[in-house]
């Protein structure tokens, strides 16, 4: 696997660190899974819901179990 170092805003590192946290995974497997879906999405042309714009828990990744009913 390849190494990549990013800067982060505090408020960004300290929700990555939460979430992934609560998901009980490190936060290099969170930015990898977030980062595959997001590249998954933009290829096939599909737009973020509103929640994920809205940044609510749980609906950046489809096998969270947190997410909201609709998203809507």
Do not use: F, Y
Request: glycine share 6%.
């Amino acid at each position: 696997m390849n190494a990549l170092s990013v800067k982060l805003p505090h408020d960004l590192h300290a929700s990555l660190a939460s979430e992934a946290r609560r998901r009980n995974v490190t936060r290099s497997a969170l930015v990898r899974d977030i980062l595959a879906e997001a590249l998954v999405r933009d290829a096939e042309g599909q737009l973020p819901s509103c929640a994920e714009l809205a940044g609510w828990p749980g609906t950046l990744h489809p096998s969270s179990s947190s997410s909201p009913a609709s998203g809507t």
